[in-house]
């Protein structure tokens, strides 16, 4: 992993991202979410990143620490399904982890990362392999000492595993056997932040970073 450090401005770019590519991908989480839940992580997450981009705007935070914080009261607030409280979570314990430095090494967001995804797992009492959202974090927090892009890639492999898995936790699980054969929604959305991650590290506000 490099030693660029990351600004306050790599996670506005970051969540900025994110909330284009959660807009994007809405109706597909949706979709997913139709086949072994309650048909609405799309719409959750869209409702939530729009708001986490609006609060960025109105009221920009000055450290990495601070933004990631105010995106994850804004997911905590503003969604009612499960997946908000979790990634609320999320940012809220990366953030807090991060602390008030004005800026981070790739390491030190790795660390916070993980602190983040243990809190995760501690609020909705799964690990992996019960077909959750922790199915594509947890590899991708794992994988974020040998790239952003390595990350992204675990991320999305998690999310590919959760296939044949039988949900034991949130909505899916009261599905028993039926939960089998379908991707979950929540994994899905993770893969996505997940790759909005390696997009922002891998581009600058002037534009992609290509070599020469
Ligand atoms: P809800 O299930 O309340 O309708 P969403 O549809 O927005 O909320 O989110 C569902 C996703 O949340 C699931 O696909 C799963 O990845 C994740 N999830 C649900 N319960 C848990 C849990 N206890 N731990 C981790 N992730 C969970
Ligand atoms: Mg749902």
């Known amino acids: ?3 660029t450090a990351l600004d306050t401005d790599f996670f506005r770019r970051w969540l900025t991202i994110a909330a284009a590519a959660v807009d994007r991908e809405a109706d597909r989480l949706t979709e997913l979410d139709s086949a072994i839940g309650d048909a609405d992580h799309g719409t959750n997450m869209r409702r939530g990143f729009a708001a986490v981009t609006e609060a960025l705007e109105k009221d920009p935070p000055r450290t990495p620490g601070a ?3 105010l995106a994850g009261r804004q997911l905590i607030s503003t969604v009612g399904g499960a997946s908000g409280p979790l990634y609320g979570t999320l940012l809220r314990r990366t ?5 008030e430095a004005a800026e981070v090494t790739p390491g030190q967001l790795a660390e916070g990362l993980r602190a983040g995804v243990a809190a995760v797992a501690q609020l909705g009492g799964a690990a992996a ?8 974090l947890e590899p991708a927090v794992a994988a974020l000492d040998e790239s952003f892009e390595a990350a992204a890639r675990a991320a999305e492999e998690g999310a590919l595993a959760t296939v044949p898995m039988q949900a034991r936790k949130g909505r899916a699980s009261y599905l028993g056997e039926r939960s089998i054969g379908h991707q979950d929604p929540g994994a899905t959305s993770s893969a996505l932040l997940i790759a909005t991650l390696a997009q922002a590290a891998g581009s600058t506000p002037e534009g992609p970073a290509v070599a020469g």
């Open 95 to 99: 953030g807090k982890a991060l602390g």
């Open 67 to 69: 933004l990631l914080v």
């Open 129 to 136: 392999g019960d077909k959750t959202m922790l199915d594509a």
């Open 1 to 3: 992993m490099g030693s």
